[in-house]
């Protein structure tokens, strides 16, 4: 199982990029974001790949970290999402997008992406919403993730604001601190996510997850 590769890219596609990797040409076929997110021909570069196995046919497909590769497993085991859906989601909404929809239950936002009709959007936000926190805890405590354009996202405070200054075993802190790093990630204000995860904390919330779970709750739009 190939599971990463690391080299120079010798040509670009429309759809994929050629990596040398010491001598060996790798065709990795990627989302327009992640695409429009690597290097130009020459310069080097490191994607995480998943590897496509028919009987007539070996395909890898390359991500620029975890959680989206976790997210094209995920959408792809839904039925009716081939990789071809899976990778337009992830083009269309990037990682943090993809986390952010299903999450909140947001089919419409899924629906954007081309050839995914209603009812697989549907479907997709119904059999993967309660995963959606364990993807986006991969992408907690990280560097700031990188738009499509290579803006960074706004990087977390190293003081926590007094939502969080409560006293908290070490591992619930880290887990606290995680569930921030992600929910700042998908652009909630510091503040507003900090006093979401003290008040899930408050309610028993615990591990990293269901402290992202229990926060998006609190956050998501009433009306």
């Known amino acids: 199982?190939?599971?990463?590769?690391?080299?120079?890219?010798?040509?670009?596609?429309?759809?994929?990029?050629?990596?040398?990797?010491?001598?060996?040409?790798?065709?990795?076929?990627?989302?327009?974001?992640?695409?429009?997110?690597?290097p130009g021909v020459g310069e080097a570069a490191s994607l995480y790949t998943e590897l496509l196995v028919r009987e007539?046919?070996?395909?890898?497909?390359?991500?620029?970290?975890?959680?989206?590769?976790?997210w094209y497993r995920l959408l792809t085991s839904v039925q009716g999402v081939g990789a071809k859906a899976a990778l337009a989601i992830l083009g269309a909404l990037g990682e943090e997008g993809t986390s952010r929809a299903i999450a909140l239950g947001?089919?419409?936002?899924?629906?954007?992406?081309?050839?995914?009709?209603?009812?697989?959007?549907?479907?997709?936000?119904?059999e993967l919403k309660e995963k959606a926190p364990q993807v986006m805890a991969l992408g907690a405590g990280g560097p700031p993730p990188a738009?499509?354009?290579?803006?960074?996202?706004?990087?977390?405070?190293?003081?926590?604001?007094p939502a969080l200054a409560v006293q908290a075993a070490p591992g619930r802190a880290a887990a606290q601190a995680e569930a921030l790093s992600a929910l700042v990630n998908l652009g909630y204000g510091h503040g507003e996510a900090a006093a979401a995860i003290a008040g899930a904390a408050g309610e028993g919330a615990e591990e990293t997850p269901a402290l992202i779970?229990?926060?998006?709750?609190?956050?998501?739009?009433r009306g």
């Not at 007539?56 to 976790?70: M, T």
């Open 56 to 70: 007539d046919l070996l395909q890898l497909f390359g991500f620029l970290s975890l959680q989206e590769r976790e």
């Open 106 to 126: 947001d089919w419409s936002a899924v629906k954007a992406a081309q050839g995914v009709g209603p009812k697989i959007a549907q479907r997709v936000v119904n």
């Open 147 to 161: 738009s499509a354009s290579g803006a960074l996202v706004e990087p977390i405070g190293a003081a926590a604001p």
């Open 213 to 221: 779970r229990a926060a998006l709750r609190a956050l998501a739009p």
């Open 1 to 38: 199982m190939i599971g990463r590769l690391s080299g120079r890219i010798d040509h670009r596609g429309p759809d994929h990029v050629l990596l040398d990797v010491q001598g060996v040409g790798y065709v990795v076929t990627c989302s327009e974001r992640t695409l429009a997110a690597l």
